[in-house]
Protein backbone atom coordinates (compact mmCIF):
# COMPACT_ATOMS: atom_id res chain seq x y z
CA UNK A 1 0.00 0.00 0.00
CA UNK A 2 0.88 3.70 -0.59
CA UNK A 3 -0.11 6.95 1.17
CA UNK A 4 -3.03 7.07 -1.02
CA UNK A 5 -4.04 3.94 -0.91
CA UNK A 6 -4.14 4.11 2.75
CA UNK A 7 -6.07 7.62 3.02
CA UNK A 8 -8.53 6.27 0.54
CA UNK A 9 -8.88 2.76 2.61
CA UNK A 10 -8.99 5.07 5.64
CA UNK A 11 -11.59 7.44 3.94
CA UNK A 12 -13.94 4.56 3.48
CA UNK A 13 -14.44 4.14 7.38
CA UNK A 14 -17.50 6.13 8.89
CA UNK A 15 -16.90 9.50 10.17
CA UNK A 16 -13.26 9.51 9.51
CA UNK A 17 -11.21 12.97 9.77
CA UNK A 18 -8.07 13.76 8.85
CA UNK A 19 -5.60 16.71 9.50
CA UNK A 20 -2.07 18.09 10.20
CA UNK A 21 -2.21 18.76 13.57
CA UNK A 22 1.53 18.03 14.32
CA UNK A 23 2.98 19.41 10.70
CA UNK A 24 3.00 18.62 7.40
CA UNK A 25 4.23 15.57 7.61
CA UNK A 26 2.38 13.48 9.27
CA UNK A 27 -1.60 12.92 8.02
CA UNK A 28 -3.55 11.83 11.27
CA UNK A 29 -7.14 10.07 11.21
CA UNK A 30 -9.55 10.58 13.70
CA UNK A 31 -13.17 9.12 14.64
CA UNK A 32 -14.77 10.33 17.38
CA UNK A 33 -12.52 13.48 17.66
CA UNK A 34 -10.02 10.92 18.49
CA UNK A 35 -6.34 9.50 16.83
CA UNK A 36 -6.39 6.15 15.09
CA UNK A 37 -3.84 6.41 12.61
CA UNK A 38 -1.31 8.53 12.09
CA UNK A 39 0.37 8.22 8.34
CA UNK A 40 4.11 9.74 8.39
CA UNK A 41 4.60 10.93 4.66
CA UNK A 42 8.31 11.44 5.17
CA UNK A 43 9.53 8.31 5.99
CA UNK A 44 11.11 6.19 3.67
CA UNK A 45 9.60 3.22 3.69
CA UNK A 46 6.32 4.48 4.23
CA UNK A 47 5.25 3.45 7.98
CA UNK A 48 2.17 4.22 10.50
CA UNK A 49 1.28 4.03 13.84
CA UNK A 50 -2.32 2.46 14.94
CA UNK A 51 -3.31 1.73 18.05
CA UNK A 52 -3.89 -1.99 19.31
CA UNK A 53 -5.39 -4.36 21.85
CA UNK A 54 -1.94 -4.70 23.90
CA UNK A 55 -2.12 -8.67 23.53
CA UNK A 56 -2.00 -8.37 20.22
CA UNK A 57 0.36 -5.64 19.56
CA UNK A 58 2.85 -7.93 20.99
CA UNK A 59 1.56 -10.49 18.43
CA UNK A 60 2.53 -8.50 15.65
CA UNK A 61 5.58 -7.39 17.00
CA UNK A 62 7.17 -11.02 17.65
CA UNK A 63 5.50 -12.56 14.25
CA UNK A 64 7.16 -9.45 12.15
CA UNK A 65 10.26 -8.00 14.48
CA UNK A 66 11.28 -5.92 11.79
CA UNK A 67 8.24 -4.85 10.33
CA UNK A 68 5.99 -4.27 13.35
CA UNK A 69 7.43 -1.89 16.52
CA UNK A 70 6.69 -0.32 19.30
CA UNK A 71 5.08 2.83 18.61
CA UNK A 72 7.29 5.81 17.35
CA UNK A 73 6.54 8.70 20.05
CA UNK A 74 3.50 6.97 21.49
CA UNK A 75 1.97 4.49 24.79
CA UNK A 76 4.35 1.39 23.41
CA UNK A 77 1.69 -0.92 25.34
CA UNK A 78 -1.07 0.36 23.16
CA UNK A 79 0.30 1.50 19.74
CA UNK A 80 2.21 -0.10 17.05
CA UNK A 81 4.66 1.44 14.12
CA UNK A 82 4.13 -0.76 11.23
CA UNK A 83 6.69 -0.35 8.42
CA UNK A 84 5.44 -0.96 4.68
CA UNK A 85 8.28 -2.83 3.58
CA UNK A 86 5.88 -5.61 1.48
CA UNK A 87 6.63 -7.92 4.43
CA UNK A 88 2.61 -7.27 5.68
CA UNK A 89 -0.03 -8.11 2.92
CA UNK A 90 -2.49 -5.37 2.35
CA UNK A 91 -4.98 -7.55 3.88
CA UNK A 92 -2.76 -7.76 7.26
CA UNK A 93 -2.15 -3.82 6.96
CA UNK A 94 -6.08 -2.83 6.51
CA UNK A 95 -6.96 -5.47 9.46
CA UNK A 96 -4.58 -3.31 11.79
CA UNK A 97 -6.02 0.09 11.14
CA UNK A 98 -9.82 -1.70 11.01
CA UNK A 99 -8.58 -2.85 14.87
CA UNK A 100 -7.18 0.58 15.35
CA UNK A 101 -10.44 2.34 14.06
CA UNK A 102 -12.66 0.09 16.11
CA UNK A 103 -10.42 0.46 19.69
CA UNK A 104 -10.47 4.38 19.59
CA UNK A 105 -14.25 4.90 18.12
CA UNK A 106 -15.17 1.76 20.99
CA UNK A 107 -16.96 0.42 17.71
CA UNK A 108 -17.94 -3.37 17.39
CA UNK A 109 -17.44 -5.38 14.39
Known amino acids: MNAEEIRNYAWQLN???EGFPFGEDTL???????????????ESPLRFNVKCDPDKAI???EAYPE??????HMNKKHWNTVIIDGRLSRKQLEEMIQDSYRLVGKIRS
Do not use: N, Q, S
Open 59 to 61: EWR
Open 15 to 17: DVT
Open 28 to 42: VFKVKEKIFLLLALD
Open 67 to 72: TVLPGY
